[in-house]
């Protein structure tokens, strides 16, 4: 019971670490995520449009990450 106990409590301050940096990727990021909101709000681009340009950038790319 102490071993599960342990592994929910790691789990949870893992989980909550992911969101905290998570976090931290979108307040950096609003910017451009407010840009692309307002974009597709004004029907300025299309949503398949924005899907394409975002997966032709890096596997890292920090906006992607944000959205």
């Known amino acids: 019971m102490e071993f599960h106990l ?12 992911r969101a905290i940096s998570g976090s931290y990727i979108i307040v950096g990021e ?18 398949s449009t924005i899907v394409r340009k975002l997966s032709a950038q890096a596997r890292n790319s920090r906006a992607k990450r944000a959205l």
């Open 30 to 47: 609003w910017d451009e995520c407010r840009r692309i909101f307002v974009s597709l709000a004004l029907k300025e681009t299309t949503q």
């Open 6 to 17: 342990l592994g929910c409590l790691r789990t949870k301050r893992l989980q909550l670490i």
